[in-house]
């Protein structure tokens, strides 16, 4: 395993923007999404939006931002603004360039994202697993959840995207 000296998430700003489409680029080639979708989540939720810096050089990102239970966003499709009456926390994307993996940095982020939602009152959070990541999210309490209404989003994704929910404490 390589080490590093410096590994930290940090408050993602609007400088980072540039760097966070390039790790988009790398590791979800599939799944294009516009800068200005990108820079529309950070915009209308700062507080979920992280940057991961290893040797202060980006190396990740999470987006994530409150939502509606049971719905997912259109990829590379602009928001608009956040639902009015959001009933989950929903985790749009955690993206790590692959010189991270083994760190650790993925899982500190998803317990800091879950302190996060609880504080918010929210009962669940909920995501859309793609790139085989499904195992990942499964050790993080998510569980794949089968919502027929969403089929055609989710194929948007790709054949095997699935909606996960993960509960939380006593809502």
């Known amino acids: 395993m390589i080490q590093f000296r410096d590994v930290a998430w940090r408050a993602m700003s609007g400088y980072d923007l540039a760097a966070v489409s390039e790790i988009a680029g790398k590791v979800h080639p599939g799944f294009f999404e516009a800068d200005a979708v990108l820079a529309e989540k950070f ?3 700062r507080n979920g939006c992280y940057l991961l810096e290893v040797s202060e050089k980006p190396a990740g990102y999470v987006l994530s931002h409150p939502w509606t239970l049971g719905s997912l966003p259109a990829l590379n499709a602009l928001l608009g603004a956040l639902p009015e009456k959001p009933d989950t926390y929903y ?8 010189l991270t993996r083994g760190l650790g940095a993925a899982g500190k982020m998803v317990a800091a994202l879950t302190k996060h939602a609880e504080a918010m009152g929210y009962a669940n959070m909920s995501l859309v697993a793609v790139n085989g990541s499904v195992p990942f999210w499964s050790k993080q309490g998510f569980a794949i959840e089968d919502r027929p209404e969403l089929a055609e989003k989710l194929a948007a994704y790709e054949a095997d ?7 939380l404490g006593s809502p």
């Open 43 to 45: 915009e209308l939720y």
């Open 91 to 98: 985790i749009h994307d955690l993206a790590l360039l692959p």
């Open 161 to 167: 995207a699935r909606y996960m929910v993960k509960m």
